[in-house]
Nanobody, 116 residues
Framework: VQLQASGGGSVQAGGSLTLSCTAS????????MAWYRQEPGKQREMVAR???????YYAESAKGRFTISRDNAKNTVLLQMTSLRPEDTAVYYC???????????WGQGTLVTVSS
């Protein structure tokens, strides 16, 4: 399974960005896709998670501002980010947990920079 993320970039505080990630390589349909982020010198943290069925989950910092959505037919997950803040600046990683293989997969990361 390979994950290809896109959509990062630079934006001013208060702006919006949408990240996209597509999984290829025939991932098992029953999976969880998520977005994580990592700031320099800090641990990677989950931003939002979306199972193939069931409820989504958001980190407190993302609630009310970010929306995760999936297109299961296309194996794609989006992260719509609004009201961006400088503290949202990080490398964002797409993640997939394949429950059949019981394995994690990571995308290459896409940089989001929010300036004040």
């Amino acid at each position: 399974v390979q994950l290809q993320a896109s959509g990062g970039g630079s934006v001013q505080a208060g702006g919006s960005l949408t990240l996209s990630c597509t999984a290829s390589g025939n991932p098992f349909p029953m999976n969880t896709m998520a977005w994580y982020r990592q700031e320099p010198g800090k641990q990677r943290e989950m931003v939002a998670r979306a199972p193939s069925s069931g409820n989504t989950y958001y980190a407190e910092s993302a609630k009310g501002r970010f929306t995760i959505s999936r297109d299961n037919a296309k194996n794609t997950v989006l992260l719509q980010m609004t009201s961006l803040r400088p503290e949202d600046t990080a490398v964002y990683y797409c993640y997939l947990f394949d429950s059949r293989l019981s394995r994690d997969f990571w995308g290459q990361g896409t940089l989001v920079t929010v300036s004040s």
